[in-house]
């Protein structure tokens, strides 16, 4: 799956691509686990977001899934494959503690096809909530996609255009391969 292949078809189908930022995060961990609550400017709006999991990455993972699922069900056919982190070396000061954070996150789809996420900061856990929103806002975005796309095939179908439906079918082949869309109407 080609992610900036799809994120080009944001800007030129969707209108209004759905934008969401973090805020700020606040985590509790406990040796069984952790809750996380984040906040999050979705388009224009505060948007609180809680969850639990085994750590940082798997609560904030679960808080957004369980938070965004019910409007956009084809979350719930992702999951999280793998966590890389790093100090960023590249800068030309020595190394020290102020270094940024480069985190990546691998996720997979049903069909174990894996797409990777990466952000830096200077802190490694909002670095991780960082990475975590960019997907989530992807996942959300490709999901509108899809339904926008269904809709111009329809379009095009009803001017009798075969031309401009065949090539609406063309990026709607590419969107399915980023997750399923079973459950969505």
Do not use: W
Not at 3 to 14: A, M, S
Not at 31 to 41: D, E, F, R, T, V
Not at 65 to 89: A, N
Request: aromatic content about 10%; glycine content about 4%; hydrophobic content about 40%.
């Amino acid at each position: 799956m080609n992610r900036d292949l799809i994120i080009e078809y944001f800007e030129q189908y969707l209108v209004d691509p759905l934008r969401m930022r973090l805020n700020s995060y606040t985590l509790e961990e406990y040796k069984s686990g952790a809750n996380i609550q984040m906040s999050l400017l979705v388009g224009d709006e505060l948007v609180a977001v809680s969850g639990q999991g085994v750590g940082l990455v798997d609560a904030g993972f679960n808080a957004f899934v369980t938070h965004f699922s019910e409007k956009h069900p084809s979350l719930s056919t992702i999951s999280l494959s793998d966590v890389y982190f790093q100090i960023d070396t590249s800068a030309k000061d020595a190394l020290n503690l102020k270094s940024k954070t480069i985190m990546k996150l691998e996720f997979e789809n049903d069909r174990k096809s894996k797409v990777c996420f990466m952000d830096r900061t200077a802190s490694m856990g909002f670095t991780a909530v960082s990475v975590l929103t960019k997907a989530m806002e992807f996942y959300v975005n490709s999901e509108i996609l899809f339904k926008r796309v269904k809709f111009l095939i329809k379009e095009a179908e009803s001017r009798s255009r075969p031309d401009v439906a065949a090539r609406y079918r063309y990026i709607l082949s590419k969107v399915v391969e980023v997750t399923s869309y079973q459950h969505v109407s």
